[in-house]
């Protein structure tokens, strides 16, 4: 799935309190790897270990007439398969590549990053195409990549191709989200509704949703680190049964609930740019996914929909009774707390972003 360039804009904690809790309950799920089906309707509940004395609910229950899924279990996270020294890792290298970025990109006086969108803002004097160009040129490097990972993976491998693909993508992200945070109020001014009552608890909850599409393929962060090796999941269960392309979903209602709430063109310039980015990422995806999974990704693509919602409605997919316990799980806790410190620490993003003068 393409990666998106929403990580710096909910709505700011300066102008209004915090409206929104969430609470999630902890639960893992029995190992599975890519190939495997899913597990017996009575699996039982997975224990961390002899020195714990509780265990989780895992998964919701399989029927015996669902056996026939081929998909994977999304979010599913397993504690005790979990390596003190794969996280290690982990931080070490996400603490380089932080490093790199801001020596080679972010920081004026020694990287890149500045002369690139002074360079764009060169094309144009206004905001709404410069933040349109900069999408694109997001665009067409991700989507690009991705369209070349089944061929680049077999040339260099998964892990090589992964850093390339990161090492690329990441800047121009951190660029197109830097310059929509410094001219996101500086386009023409359409409509006014800040004051409208509800509005702002209506729109913080659609943003708070939408960060649940978001990120239902980069659970594994070990994945995206490289440190495990990277893979094209295919995904059945939890967010997958409501849409097959999540993101693009999440991307959309994050877009109208911004343009919404700033209303004005560069809003609206972002918002056609993103939607735009993530409806071809859908297209391309499904593409990806049966170049790579075959006839079982027909068999997942028959009963899930675009549309959300759509395939339950007309009866292809259907629900198990405790259909909720799919999101009961580590990594939606983690997108939630995430999201929350997102929305808490945008005075930080938003400081940070004007120093930079991009």
């Known amino acids: 799935m393409a990666a998106s360039v929403i990580l ?36 039982k509940p997975l224990s961390f270990s002899h020195r714990f004395n509780f265990s989780f609910v895992t998964h ?29 890792y982990f931080a070490a290298i996400l603490g380089v590549v932080l490093f790199i970025l801001n020596v080679v990109w972010i920081d004026n006086s020694t990287g890149f990053g500045k002369a ?31 369209s070349l990972r089944n061929t680049g993976e077999k040339i260099i491998g998964e892990r090589a191709f992964r850093v390339i693909f990161a090492g690329i993508s990441l800047p121009l992200a951190v660029t197109t989200i830097v310059y929509f945070i410094n001219h996101r109020y500086d386009g023409i001014q359409l409509w006014q509704l800040q004051s409208t009552p509800g509005i702002h608890q209506l729109l913080w909850l659609s943003n708070f949703i939408s960060f649940f599409f978001l990120y239902p393929s980069t659970f594994n962060l070990l994945e995206i680190a490289a440190v495990d090796k990277p893979k094209i999941h295919l995904y059945e269960t939890g967010i997958i049964r409501i849409t ?58 028959r009963r899930t929909s675009i549309v959300p919602f759509a395939a339950i409605l007309d009866g292809r997919q259907r629900l198990p009774a405790d259909f909720y316990k799919e999101f009961i ?19 930080l993003m938003q400081t940070a972003s004007f120093n930079l003068h991009w």
């Not at 919701?60 to 994977?72: H, L, N, R, W």
């Not at 764009?120 to 160009?133: A, F, K, N």
């Open 8 to 43: 710096s804009t909910s709505f700011s904690p300066t102008h209004h309190p915090s409206l929104f809790s969430s609470s999630s309950s902890i639960s893992l799920s029995k190992p599975k790897s890519t190939s495997q089906r899913f597990s017996s309707p009575n699996s």
């Open 244 to 301: 097959r392309h999540p993101q693009m979903v999440g991307q959309v209602i994050w877009c109208l609930a911004h343009t919404i709430w700033i209303g004005n063109s560069v809003a609206v310039a972002a918002s056609i740019g993103l939607i735009s980015h993530h409806l071809f990422g859908a297209w391309n995806g499904d593409r990806r996914l049966a170049q790579r999974h075959g006839e079982d990704f027909e068999i997942v693509k």
């Open 116 to 146: 690139f969108v002074d360079a764009v803002s060169g094309l144009s004097d206004s905001h709404e195409v410069v933040m349109l160009i900069l999408i694109l040129v997001f665009a067409v490097f991700h989507s690009g990549m991705a």
């Open 60 to 88: 919701s229950s399989v029927k015996e007439k669902d056996t026939t899924f081929v998909g994977e279990d999304s979010a599913a996270f397993n504690l005790t398969e979990q390596k003190i020294t794969s996280w290690i």
């Open 329 to 347: 799980r580590l990594p939606y806790l983690v997108i939630t707390a995430l999201t929350l410190g997102a929305y808490f620490a945008h005075p």
